[in-house]
């Protein structure tokens, strides 16, 4: 069965500071990998998405991931957060069923001035 | 293109009475799924459709109930609310196909209110 662990449920940076939310992932077939965004009362938006083309991924609003098979991680990070940053984020993995994706528990990500 | 649209944004419902949610796919898209989100169990799958059947289903008292018109529009139901089921409700919508790697675009969510 797949699962998801999200370490931290609140990291707090500094503005301008590295980012890295870390997520490890269990699976008993070959994995595809999310990362979702959550701002305030909104839906979720996919930052990145892991298929297993390349193991490192680029998504949008400068964030990436990495796809570390030994470690079962797929840990995001971005160089220098912004204000803006400010959500939640959520991992998640393929069932091994059609359209249902597994999350974990989310990630408050705050940015201090 | 448009995105994935939910209706109502908001609900407030009384115990023991039954609500219906709406969610309209991206054009194009056949798979829905439903998710309900709460401050105490995270993200969880309620079900998928796709082609007007179910195709997945998570663990939820059969209180919960779906299904999925041939425009690939799609209902969730919930029957005898309880308080409990106050929660933000996602709906997503997908190609559909057999592949794990689909992406799947989600709606702004409809907030359920119980009391």
């Known amino acids: 069965a797949q699962s998801v662990t999200q370490l931290g449920s609140h990291v707090s940076v500094s503005e301008g500071a590295l980012v890295l939310l870390r997520c490890n992932y269990s699976?008993?077939?070959?994995?595809?990998l999310f990362w979702y965004v959550q701002y305030p009362n909104q839906g979720l938006q996919l930052l990145l998405k892991y298929t297993s083309a390349a193991t490192l991924v680029k998504g949008i609003n400068g964030f990436e991931a990495e796809f570390k098979k030994s470690e079962t991680s797929f840990h995001l990070t971005k160089p220098s957060a912004h204000m803006s940053d400010a959500a939640e984020y959520f991992c998640a993995v393929s069932g091994n069923q059609g359209g249902k994706l597994i999350f974990g528990q989310g990630t408050e990500l705050s940015v201090k001035p | 293109k448009a995105g994935v649209t939910q209706t109502p944004r908001y609900l407030i419902k009384t115990r023991g009475q039954q609500v219906t949610l709406s969610c309209s796919p991206i054009?194009?898209?056949?798979?829905v799924s439903w998710y309900q989100q709460t401050p105490g169990q995270g993200l969880q799958f309620l079900f998928e459709?796709?082609?007007?059947?179910?195709?997945n289903k998570g663990n939820f008292p059969g209180r919960f109930s779906g299904r999925q018109f041939s425009n690939s529009r799609s209902e969730m139901n919930v029957s005898t609310l309880e308080l409990g089921d106050s929660a933000l409700y996602l709906c997503a919508s997908s190609l559909g196909a057999e592949t794990l790697n689909t992406e799947a675009f989600f709606g702004q969510g409809t907030r359920l209110t119980v009391v």
């Open positions: 459709y796709f082609s007007e059947t179910q195709r």
């Open positions: 699976s008993s077939v070959p994995p595809y």
């Open positions: 054009s194009g898209h056949r798979s």
